[in-house]
């Protein structure tokens, strides 16, 4: 179920040169899981921008989005006071299995809905292994927050300026029973390849309405034609067509 309302500013803070934080404060209460989204209206744009919740209480949204276009850019010199309209409880979202020592893995701007999934994880009594990867240490966010909730964290760069040299899955632990992950394609299939268990997948896609009439963002599983906005942004690894 999902809502149109509108939301006022609270906070609009860069984390990295391109990377900002924003905090929305107004009604969280259709969302429901972690990997949710909501769609944002920008005055001037016809087509709503998709950013997924990085994290929510009884009363703010928090989100981290990278300035990619004119959207996002736009976003970026908002000031706290001013409102933006957005839909919220938009997508799936993560279900949360029985797993002692899930694997949460997350590449550039896919981070941000790991981190209130890890916390939830954390809260049902799972020891989650958080893998955070980045090309550079320039890019690198979120890395502390995630250590504050008690997550084992690794940093990787493709560079190996900072943590781990390489990509996500060269910092793959020997031991774990489940992953969830987001991030881009490539990373996607570099999981697919090296993960051992099963696990879940948010897709970023490029996205018309967001909650599934248009059908812009359909994509093929083994189970028919699957729309990322509304049956996804998760997908179950057993289900994907690679």
């Not at 990867?133 to 964290?153: H, P, R, W």
């Not at 987001?182 to 299939?189: A, E, Q």
Request: glycine share 12%.
């Amino acid at each position: 179920m999902y809502k149109q309302d509108v939301y006022e500013i609270t906070e609009n803070t860069p984390l990295t040169k391109d990377v900002f934080r924003m905090r929305l404060s107004g009604d969280t209460q259709y969302i429901t899981a972690p990997g949710q989204f909501i769609n944002i209206l920008l005055s001037g744009k016809f087509l709503r921008r998709p950013i997924s919740v990085c994290d929510c209480d009884g009363e703010t949204i928090t989100i981290i989005y990278k300035t990619v276009g004119e959207g996002t850019e736009q976003m970026s010199r908002m000031a706290v006071g001013e409102t933006l309209d957005c839909i919220t409880g938009l997508g799936n979202g993560y279900h949360i299995v029985n797993a002692e020592r899930p694997l949460v893995i997350g590449g550039g701007v896919g981070v941000p809905p790991l981190y209130n999934l890890t916390k939830r994880l954390i809260e049902k009594g799972s020891d989650p292994r958080v893998i955070l990867g980045f090309n550079t240490m320039d890019e690198i966010f979120y890395e502390n927050e995630f250590k504050a909730l008690g997550a084992k964290v690794t940093v990787t760069t493709v560079d190996g300026s900072y943590g781990t040299k390489g990509f996500v899955t060269d910092a793959f632990p020997d031991s774990y029973d489940y992953f969830y992950t987001c991030g881009p394609m490539p990373m996607f299939r570099a999981i697919e390849k090296t993960a051992k268990t099963p696990g879940q997948f948010s897709f970023e896609e490029r996205m018309g309405c967001g909650f599934g009439a248009c059908m812009g963002c359909s994509c093929k599983t083994k189970y028919g034609s699957k729309r990322i906005c509304k049956d996804g942004p998760v997908l179950e690894r057993e289900e994907i067509i690679w």
